[in-house]
Nanobody
Framework: QVQLVESGGGLVQPGGSLRLSCAAS????????MGWYRQAPEKERELVAI???????NYAEFAKGRFTISRDNAKNTVYLQMNSLKPEDTAVYYC??????????????WGQGTQVTVSS
């Protein structure tokens, strides 16, 4: 009924940049919060950044000053611009959204994940 489809991951050298995108589709009435989490090998999933439908943002400390989250409400899409990437940013990045469905039910949804590898 709802799908979150990510794109934009890949291999980048240290100091480089990547832009992740995540588009939500399905029986969507509205999307409250959209965001990104990441999970590195043998580590727990952690918050990267979130953004509300009003544009309020919250970043993990490691993301402040390097990553920028934004969204296009008309396209139900959230973006993550990542600059000055470091090897420790290597992880699978997951899109996250709190969605109100047509009919009134709401829930949290996850994308399938996109691999980001920072290596020379």
């Amino acid at each position: 009924q709802v799908q979150l489809v990510e794109s934009g991951g890949g291999l980048v050298q240290p100091g480089g940049s990547l832009r992740l995108s995540c588009a939500a589709s399905g029986s969507i009435s509205s999307i409250n919060v959209m965001g990104w989490y990441r999970q590195a090998p043998e580590k727990e999933r952690e918050l990267v950044a979130i953004i509300t439908n009003a544009g309020d943002t919250n970043y993990a400390e490691f993301a402040k000053g390097r990553f920028t989250i934004s969204r296009d409400n008309a396209k139900n899409t959230v973006y993550l611009q990542m600059n000055s990437l470091k090897p420790e940013d290597t992880a699978v990045y997951y899109c996250y959204a709190v969605i109100v469905l047509v009919g009134g039910r709401s829930g949290a949804y996850w994308g399938q994940g996109t691999q980001v590898t920072v290596s020379s």
